[in-house]
């Protein structure tokens, strides 16, 4: 998946990933700006993960909100 696009949609799926990381605040994923490696640093501590789990969480989201990024573009 090409992050760039992630990164340039981040305010529609800011939704995905707030259902996806429930403990994560609005506040933070405006912040996070769709930047993968702010996402994998407060996954980390918010959920108190290993950096691999934190990357493995982003990668497998990523993967599923690819069909909607298909619909957007």
């Known amino acids: 998946m090409n992050w760039e696009q992630v990164e340039d949609r981040w ?3 800011m939704g995905s990933a ?3 990381w429930s403990k994560i605040s609005d506040d ?3 912040q996070i700006s ?5 996402l994998v640093v ?3 501590e918010t959920y108190g993960t290993t950096r691999r789990e934190a990357e493995k969480q982003v990668w497998d989201w990523g993967k599923t909100v690819e069909h909607v990024l298909k619909k957007i573009a």
């Open 18 to 20: 707030k259902e996806n």
């Open 28 to 30: 933070d994923l405006q």
């Open 34 to 38: 769709g930047k993968r490696e702010q």
């Open 42 to 44: 407060k996954i980390q």
């Open 11 to 13: 305010k529609q799926l």
